[in-house]
């Protein structure tokens, strides 16, 4: 795999850690910009269907002689092809896509294919408790969820209903917090 295919899969990965992701699909076009003889034709590298609409990707090293071309074609691709003008586009790099973004998609993807919703409850009980953040593996002692635990906490991570307020792993190290804790500081 060269470059390109690997960004692709690292971003179709971290798209698709939703829950309310209901489609996806690569190579999607040909979408059309341009006028006359100056029409041109477009794919987009994946297309990820959410509750609020089409979410188009158009993958790009940023050191690449075409990145800064792409956002100008991409600009052009929403004024003249009138099937994605409510669609949300976005090109995107190396810069776009951290290790730890991927590495915790992965396992959101993974725990979103379980459903435990006991696990769930007694997960975010625990964490509804805490004073503030508090670390995976203090939640795993205090429930005794055991292997359930990190796959729960992936689940209410991915539901919005807990938030990482560390840009970092989702492992038993990271910490947790309950979102409407979040919102009321």
Excluded at 57 to 80: M, T
Excluded at 141 to 148: I, N, P, Q, S, Y
């Amino acid at each position: 795999m060269d470059i390109d295919s690997n960004m692709e899969i690292g971003n179709l990965t971290i798209a698709v850690a939703r829950p309310d992701v209901s489609g996806v699909a690569v190579q999607l076009g040909p979408f059309f910009y341009g006028h006359g003889d100056q029409r041109r034709r477009h794919f987009f590298d994946a297309g990820v269907w959410r509750s609020n609409g089409l979410h188009l990707f158009a993958v790009k090293p940023r050191r690449s002689s075409r990145y800064q071309g792409l956002l100008e074609i991409l600009k052009l691709l929403q004024r003249d092809d009138q099937r994605l003008a409510s669609a949300h586009l976005y090109a995107v790099n190396e810069d776009h896509l951290a290790p730890w973004q991927i590495h915790r998609a992965k396992l959101i993807n993974r725990a979103l294919a379980l459903t435990d919703d006991e696990a769930d409850q007694v997960a975010m009980d625990c964490i509804a408790a805490a004073e503030g953040p508090i670390q995976v593996v203090d939640i795993y002692l205090r429930t005794k969820l055991g292997h359930r635990c990190l796959s729960a906490v992936a689940r209410l991570v991915a539901h919005g209903k807990v938030v990482m307020p560390h840009r970092a792993l989702l492992d038993t190290d990271a910490f947790v917090e309950a979102a409407e804790k979040e919102v009321r500081r």
